[in-house]
């Protein structure tokens, strides 16, 4: 077991920990990385930012051996990284603290640092004083403490974080990549965190660290790479790199072209009508705090925040999948029953959620009757559902949304990611809804099928719907007219008509009000 | 996935078709395996093929049949219930305790009338039902543990109530439902029969019953699509316990007494009819005509076994490596790789 202690010297802008040159991989007709290359030399830390969709994730994938590039090279040290096939060499090089826990959770702290190494004594029986004593001395050496007894169950959020990072300096790894580690911290945490790696950092560790609150990046990290739709885009000591900047490289400046497309149209004219939504001081168990707003019919609004941010839940809570703690809901001037679908529907709700797989779609179960769901009452009497009816009401739906599929009764499993989404949105449309909640409109769809979303949602808010689109996708509220924007759970920012993708980017990520990290 | 190749086409295909196939081929693929069977049982009993032995055939897969209902509508919303079996004990057990006066043979003492005793039983199984639906729905309890505690559980109470007694000697009118006959046809058949097309048309026609197909799907999106997913799972468990107990009822009938075992056992069947029909155990999948199937499928098998004389101790093991053949059957023909 090599170098449990700290090494001596002093991060230098030596030879380069990692390296890769002119990675591309493509998934499916996205490219999700283009001739990517990056060098971090060895006692670097460096920040990875892009919005998302920028290839991020996929980078990390290919830097951790989890993913295969199309192109290009990956090198450690100067070597050229392992084989796909060989994780434990992969692990000698790399480690990556995700969102998510890596530990197993019911082994305790010093079973999980050790796991596969344990001491063992004769005939291959683990010996506990040694393997415990083993997990102290090794948290000690780099500055961590911990019950090493403890199951990994138990710990905090922080706690976990020690144990993987610590983990990965066992097996000898010198280049950790942070994958948003303050998204679930508290401000005391973080800075503990802050410390914690630049100890680390002073005794040769180099990081990679991911996040979407710029303000940290400026106090842990040296330099930064910017990636925008899968390119390098910026590549700088951050020293020379302005906040401002780092926001326009991860924007970009396609501005106003791309932008502003939709937006003069998009209701701002009856935005003075009464609202056909109104949300009164709604607050939400640990996600919303007292967010207020208001949706004129035939005006399209947008709610941007980052993941986390509570945007979410609050469209969760207009369709009536979330009870809200306090605060009032009203659609059309009616109060909704807080945390019920049908009543939200009847009073005028029409719902696309987030993830289509996951929430949307019954995979097995046919088109008709996927999309039939909302007005399943009007398929006959006494909760008889009609086929003939539904197979009318489903054939309309097909043919004004123009969804692409051989049979009314073909499962929606079938169709192709932009069918499914616009079936989800038929579904949402079937009731005639006066509010429509769109999560995500788009997501996961091809160019084609998202610019024929977005005209069937032109066309509902045309003919008097009001229209609020929760995302932080700039193509998603670029057909919005205002756009609100929530930061932790509450409401920060407005911007009218005609806004600027950098300020509202540098409003979604939180840069110019309130402290970024707790 | 075709998916990139089908977006791409703008305009819509020549025609669109309406609906989809009543019949599924994985509802036919028992039927071939069910010929070979009455072609076996055929050569190897000159009784196997008469009306009589049919109708008899018919009437002991009845009570099966109609747990098998009961489990079909629990495994399509993507549930469990083991703790059935014991339903078809306790509930006509509890009924006839009530009813008989004599202490000594194991009743109550307060001799109820039969025809207040019938509702009794249902009642029964509408508790068990209800009880299982509160742990697994609302407390979010694993189906499997909780069904196979309420299986014990169940169990126990009927031998403490009888002390393990066998109860006999019940009023006509308790047993008609599977002692009687319509038109030369045993009540229990007709029963099973009307209960099969009732809910058949109730899983395919009714708002309730695709709603369970769409909770076994994906009970998120059917949520988010406004079905009351925990109101339903909860009504299916107690229409569930009452169908258990129906059946109950239809045994208790028809051997005119209750066993402190009656129903033992019982579940291995209806898991197996129900699964071999291509009823899937990950729910959202399946219809009650193909459950049919495997109920009688395993009806005519065991009906087979016993006339080709086969030694009464090798009858389990045959039977168990025959359901295991029809699985495998069917699982070619139906190409339901998915299933686990």
Redesign the interface.
């Known amino acids: 077991m090599s170098g449990q202690q700290p090494a001596a010297d002093v991060a230098a802008p030596g030879p380069a920990i990692v390296e890769v040159f002119g990675i591309s991989k493509r998934f499916g007709t996205s490219q999700a990385l283009s001739d990517v290359s990056m060098r971090v030399p060895a006692g670097d830390s460096r920040a990875l930012v892009g919005r998302n969709g920028a290839g991020k994730s996929t980078l990390v994938g290919v830097l951790t051996g989890i993913i295969s590039p199309d192109a290009g090279r990956v090198r450690f040290g100067g070597e050229d990284a392992p084989g796909i096939a060989e994780r434990q060499k992969w692990r000698d090089h790399v480690a990556c603290v995700y969102q998510k826990s890596t530990l197993v959770p019911t082994l305790t702290v010093a079973e999980n640092l050790l796991l596969n190494a344990q001491p063992i004594g004769g005939l291959g029986w683990i010996r506990w004083g040694a393997m415990r004593r083993e997990a102290e001395r090794v948290l000690a050496g780099w500055g961590m403490e911990l019950d090493v007894e403890q199951e990994c169950a138990r710990l905090s959020v922080e706690q976990r974080q020690i144990v993987e990072i610590a983990r990965a300096l066992i097996q000898g790894t010198r280049f950790i990549i942070l994958d948003e580690p303050t998204a679930e911290l508290e401000g005391r945490e973080v800075r503990r965190l802050f410390d914690r790696i630049s100890h680390l950092q002073s005794t040769g560790v180099t990081f990679l660290y991911i996040s979407h609150y710029l303000e940290e990046i400026y106090e842990v990290c040296r330099s930064v790479t910017v990636l925008r739709d899968g390119r390098v885009v910026a590549e700088a000591p951050l020293g020379d790199m302005a906040k401002g900047r780092v926001v326009r490289a991860m924007v970009g400046d396609a501005g106003p072209a791309a932008g502003e497309r939709r937006r003069a149209d998009a209701g701002a004219a009856s935005a003075r009508k009464a609202p056909a939504l109104e949300v009164l001081e709604l607050h939400i168990d640990g996600a919303v705090f007292g967010v207020s707003l208001r949706v004129a019919a035939g005006e399209c609004v947008g709610l941007a925040g980052l993941a986390g941010s509570g945007k979410s839940e609050i469209g969760d809570a207009i369709a009536g999948l979330v009870a809200p703690m306090g605060g009032k809901i009203l659609v059309g001037g009616a109060y909704l029953r807080g945390g019920d679908v049908t009543d939200a529907r009847r009073k005028g709700v029409g719902y696309v959620p987030r993830d289509r797989h996951a929430r949307g779609i019954i995979p097995l179960l046919s088109i008709a009757e996927n999309m039939t769901m909302t007005i399943v009452e009007q398929m006959g009497p006494a909760g008889i559902v009609m086929p003939g009816r539904q197979d009318d009401a489903a054939a309309n739906m097909v043919s004004s949304l123009q969804i692409v599929a051989a049979s009314t009764g073909q499962p929606i499993q079938e169709l192709s990611g932009g069918n499914q989404q616009k079936a989800v949105m038929a579904r949402a449309l079937a009731s005639a809804p006066r509010v429509l909640v769109l999560l995500y409109p788009t997501q996961g769809v091809d160019i084609a099928s998202k610019e024929a979303l977005f005209a069937i949602v032109e066309r509902a808010r045309a003919g008097g719907a009001a229209v609020l689109i929760v995302s932080d996708e700039l193509d998603e509220l670029s057909v919005c007219g205002r756009v609100l924007v929530v930061f932790k759970g509450r409401l920060t920012e407005e911007f009218p008509a005609g806004w600027s993708s950098e300020k509202l980017v540098a409003a979604i990520e939180g840069i110019g009000h309130g402290e970024p990290a707790g | 996935?075709?998916?990139?190749?089908?977006?791409?086409?703008?305009?819509?295909?020549a025609a669109?078709?309406?609906?989809?196939?009543l019949l599924g081929l994985r509802e036919l693929t028992l039927i071939p395996v069910i010929v070979l069977v009455i072609v076996i049982g055929a050569f190897a009993s000159d009784a196997f093929l008469t009306t009589d032995n049919f109708l008899n055939i018919l009437q002991q897969s009845s009570e099966l049949s109609v747990v098998v209902i009961a489990e079909t509508l629990i495994l399509l919303s993507g549930k469990f219930d083991l703790s059935l079996e014991s339903v078809v004990g306790l509930a006509p057990m509890l009924g006839a305790w009530l009813i008989i006066k004599n202490v000594e043979i194991g009743g109550s003492g307060v001799g109820l009338a039969w025809w207040l005793a019938i509702p009794v039983v249902l009642l029964t199984g509408a508790v068990v039902g209800a009880i299982n639906g509160f742990l697994i729905v609302r407390l979010r309890l694993n189906a499997f543990i909780v069904t196979l505690a309420m299986l014990i559980l169940l169990r126990g109470v009927q031998l403490g109530t009888t002390s393990g007694k066998t109860l006999f000697d019940l009023p006509a009118g308790y047993l008609y439902l599977g002692s009687g006959k319509w038109i030369g046809i045993p009540v229990s058949i007709w029963i099973a029969a009307i209960l099969y097309i009732v809910f058949g048309l109730f899983l395919r026609?009714?708002?309730?019953g695709?709603a369970l197909?769409?909770i076994g799907?994906?009970a998120?999106?059917?949520?988010?699509?406004?079905?009351?997913v925990d109101r339903v799972l909860w009504g299916t468990f107690i229409v569930a316990g009452m169908l258990a107990a129906l059946a109950g009822l239809m045994l208790t009938g028809r051997i005119a007494s209750v066993v402190p075992s009656q129903g033992q056992n019982m579940i291995f069947y209806v898991f197996a009819a129900a699964v071999i029909g291509g009823i899937s155990l990950n729910g959202?999948?399946g219809r009650l005509l193909g459950a049919l199937t495997g109920v009688l499928l395993l009806g005519i098998l065991q009906n087979v076994l016993t006339l080709a004389e086969i030694p009464a101790f090798w009858i389990d093991a045959v039977y168990g490596a025959i359901i295991l053949i029809a699985l495998v059957v069917s699982w070619a023909t139906g190409g339901t790789a998915e299933e686990t």
């Open positions: 996935m075709a998916s990139q190749r089908v977006d791409a086409v703008e305009d819509q295909p669109l078709r309406r609906g989809g196939p026609y009714h708002r309730l695709r197909y769409a799907g994906n998120q999106a059917a949520r988010v699509a406004g079905v009351r959202g999948k």
